[in-house]
């Protein structure tokens, strides 16, 4: 089949988005694959998918696959693309909508200056339902947080140590002196595979300059390091507040561009907010 798409960024973090409202889509794992596969597709980070929604309340249904065919809950500046896509294709006149997840519903906004800033609700911090396994772990307390040890297999069994936050999509936070020289490539995939997180997880790299900047990398499950994660840039940001190290808002520079998060604590939502760009449009044979 024929499949009209479009190629967009934020902040480098780049995605295929896929209206499924005007065109039928019902891929398999393999052909989600072959469309992110940077030689013999399209290539791209994540693949949004716009669908209409059923629920009550809801403007639309928000699909993600990473790069390894796999359906995932949450992206944080897919949201934001997202938004983009619906308002330049003519699906939606309102700046502000909400839209179906798989792990709930979130409400991205069209800002006056272009911008687009993302509600991604209120960050989940029982490790249980992260999900992350305490189970033999003692964990120590920074500010009002808990980080734990996690050991890795490579430099002798090196103990990491992390907070954990669920964004929607599970990410583990380690804080490092300096982003460029973190092993990223070298320990982000033994993070992400850790038998600890029985759904895998996005491994997190945080520097941080001062109390309202961080600089972060991220190595995504099943899509490996981006140039920005929108959701960890929250689960970063979130983390650092709670050990005591940020104050909200932060800006956080990814390797694509900066975001801005804001949070003003437990039980209350995180604001994501930067650019999204629309690259070109296109269509493949699949």
Known sequence: MKLKFTKMHGAGNDFVVIDAINQQVAFTPEQWKLL?????????????????????????????????????????????????????????????????????????????????????????????????????????????????????????????????????????????????????????????????????????FMQVVDRGHIRLRVFERGAGETLACGTGACAAVVAGIRRGLLDSPVRVSARGGELSVAWAGEGQPVYLSGPAVTVYEGEISL
């Open 36 to 204: 992110g596969d940077r030689r013999f597709g399209v290539g791209a980070d994540q693949i949004l998918v716009v669908e209409s929604s059923s629920t009550p309340g809801c403007d639309f249904r928000y699909r993600i696959f990473n790069q390894d065919g796999g359906e995932v809950e949450q992206c944080g500046n897919g949201a934001r693309a997202f938004v983009k896509f619906v308002t330049e294709k003519g699906l939606t006149s309102q700046q502000a909508i909400r839209v179906e997840t798989m792990k709930g519903i979130i409400q991205p906004r069209l800002e006056a200056d272009g911008n687009i800033t993302v509600d991604m609700g209120a960050p989940v911090l029982v490790p249980a339902e992260v999900p992350f396994d305490t189970a033999g772990l003692e964990g120590r307390t920074e500010g009002v947080d808990t980080v734990w040890p996690v050991a890795i297999a490579h430099r002798g069994g090196e103990t990491v140590w992390l907070s954990v936050v669920s964004m929607g999509n599970p990410h583990a936070v380690q804080v490092v002196a300096d982003v460029d020289s973190a092993p990223v490539l070298e320990t982000g995939p033994l993070i992400e595979h850790h038998a600890r997180f029985p759904r895998k997880v996005n491994a997190g």
